[in-house]
């Protein structure tokens, strides 16, 4: 089955303490970006990734790291998280000739 | 800046009415623009994109417009059925994968 797979589910953390939130697509697919969702905000781009190590700023990309070392995987990492990187996070990927985005699941993080 | 509005937030009408959700953007010049719905709890599942170069796209009882000239898009839902009840976002593509999101529209169909 074709699918964008996001872990973990949910996660708790404390402040400065680091996390990496894992994504992982099984459709060959070039593109991946992380976005995360907040109240009366909307959905913001984090992230993406074109291709195997290119990487690209979305629209806040403060706080957060991502890598692209291989084509499935883009995982998305805390160094030290704050209390207002508290939200929803949302892995997505597509392909090069069909832009349409497949969603994983999303995590839904919590720091205290 | 990009910015994507969408109105209503909310919107409530009983089974069976046709309905149009309304999506308006500030620059026109926009790579494409996609629909997505998303469930409570779940992630966002894509219903449509649309190309720059064209007007609209259709999928079964859905059907996209878009009017770059106006920065407007709308999305068509013929014969509304409870199981349409999410909420609606669109995105615009500023380059392929460089996306500005809606706030959404919030559908409840009655029965």
């Known amino acids: 089955e074709a699918q964008v797979t996001q872990n973990p589910r949910y996660l708790i953390t404390v402040t400065g303490k680091k996390l990496t939130v894992t994504c992982s697509q099984n459709?060959?697919?070039?593109?991946m970006s992380w976005y995360r969702q907040d109240p009366g905000l909307g959905l913001r781009q984090i992230y993406y990734?074109?291709?195997?190590?290119?990487?690209d700023k979305g629209d806040v990309p403060e706080g957060y790291k991502v890598s692209r070392k291989e084509k499935r995987n883009f995982p998305l990492i805390l160094e030290s998280p704050s209390p207002n990187q508290t939200s929803l996070y949302f892995c997505?990927?597509?392909?090069?000739?069909?832009?349409?985005?497949?969603f994983g699941s999303g995590t839904q993080l919590s720091v205290l | 800046k990009q910015e994507v509005t969408q109105i209503p937030a909310a919107l409530s009408v009983p089974e069976g009415e046709n309905l149009v959700l309304n999506c308006s953007f500030t620059?026109?010049?926009?790579?494409?623009l996609q629909w997505f719905r998303q469930d409570p709890g779940k992630g966002l599942t894509s219903l449509l994109l649309?190309?720059?170069?064209?007007r609209e796209q259709t999928s079964g009882r859905l059907n996209a417009s878009l009017d770059k000239s106006s920065g407007r898009s709308t999305l068509y839902i013929a014969a509304s059925q409870p199981g349409d009840s999410a909420t609606y976002l669109c995105?615009?593509?500023?380059?392929?994968?460089?996306?500005?999101f809606g706030q959404g529209t919030r559908l409840t169909i009655n029965p």
């Open positions: 997505a990927s597509s392909s090069l000739l069909e832009e349409k985005l497949f």
């Open positions: 459709m060959n697919h070039e593109y």
């Open positions: 990734s074109m291709n195997v190590e290119v990487t």
């Open positions: 620059d026109s010049a926009i790579y494409n």
């Open positions: 649309i190309q720059s170069s064209q």
């Open positions: 995105a615009v593509h500023e380059g392929a994968q460089k996306l500005v």
